[in-house]
C-alpha cells in the first residue's frame, strides 16, 4: 500500500445519486464501468490499491472503501472508490467479510501515506512503524489485520519478499557508495532506480528495500 494521487472524477458518477439509485447490474452501466476503471487505473497505475499487485481483467472489482451496505451515501462518490484485486483472503473482499471495524482506523491511500504508518521488511512482512502514537500504531494494525495484507502464511507475503530480493545486492551497493561517496555523487543514480521501479507490483516493498527501511 502506498499513496495515490486521486485525479478528477469519472463524469458518470454524476448522473447517478445515493436515494435514487442503487448500484447493481446495469448501474453503472458497462460503459460507465469502464470510464471509471480507466480513472482508478490511472491513479493506481493498474495495481491493487491495497496489497499492489497487479489488477487483472476478470480478476478485479470496483471496490468502495466503505461499504455500501454500512455506508450507503458513498456508493457514488469518487473518493469511496478504489480498484481492487478479488483474492478472497486479502485486501477488499477480505475486508467486507472480516466482521466489525472502524472504518476511521484504517489507512486510507488517496489521503493517508502509509509509509507514515508501515514498514515492508525484506522477508516480505509488513510491520507498524517503531515509536507510533498509539492512534496511529492502531490504524496501521487494524489496516493490516482488516485487509489481511500480512497473512503469517499468506501468499501476499511471499509475493512481496520475492519482489523484493532482486533488488537487495542493489540496496547493497547504494550502502557503499554512501559509505565511500559523498551524496551529491550517488544519490542521483538512487532516483533513477525509484523511478525505474514506480510502475511495477509491490513497489512499496521493493523501494524499502531500496532505502533501507
Not at 476478470?58 to 469511496?80: C, L, M, V, Y
Not at 467479510?97 to 486510507?108: E, F, I, V
Not at 512482512?125 to 485487509?147: C, H, M, Y
Request: with cysteine; proline share 6%; charged share 25%.
Amino acid at each position: 500500500m502506498h499513496i495515490l494521487n486521486r485525479g478528477a472524477a469519472p463524469a458518470c458518477l454524476a448522473t447517478y445519486q445515493y436515494g435514487l439509485h442503487q448500484w447493481a447490474s446495469g448501474i453503472p452501466t458497462s460503459p460507465e464501468k469502464s470510464d471509471i476503471w480507466a480513472c482508478l487505473e490511472a491513479m493506481q497505475q493498474s495495481r491493487c490499491a491495497y496489497c499492489e499487485a497487479n489488477l487483472v481483467d476478470g480478476d478485479k472489482h470496483i471496490e468502495h472503501f466503505r461499504q455500501r451496505s454500512r455506508h450507503p451515501a458513498g456508493t457514488f462518490e469518487w473518493t469511496n472508490l478504489f480498484g481492487s484485486c478479488n483474492r478472497k483472503d486479502a485486501c477488499g473482499k477480505h475486508k467486507d467479510s472480516c466482521g466489525p471495524y472502524n472504518p476511521a482506523d484504517l489507512l486510507k491511500p488517496d489521503v493517508d501515506n502509509p509509509d507514515d504508518f508501515l514498514v515492508f521488511v525484506n522477508d516480505g512482512t509488513i510491520v507498524p512503524k517503531d515509536g507510533l502514537p498509539l492512534n496511529a500504531w492502531q490504524r496501521a494494525s487494524e489496516t493490516l489485520r482488516v485487509f489481511n495484507l500480512d497473512a503469517k502464511h499468506g501468499a501476499l507475503r511471499h509475493m512481496r519478499r520475492a519482489a523484493a530480493a532482486g533488488y537487495l545486492q542493489t540496496a547493497e551497493e547504494f550502502r557503499s557508495f554512501a559509505a565511500e561517496f559523498d551524496e551529491a555523487d550517488w544519490h542521483p543514480l538512487l532516483d533513477q532506480e525509484l523511478a525505474s521501479i514506480s510502475d511495477l507490483p509491490f513497489v512499496t516493498a521493493i523501494r524499502h528495500a531500496l532505502l533501507g527501511n
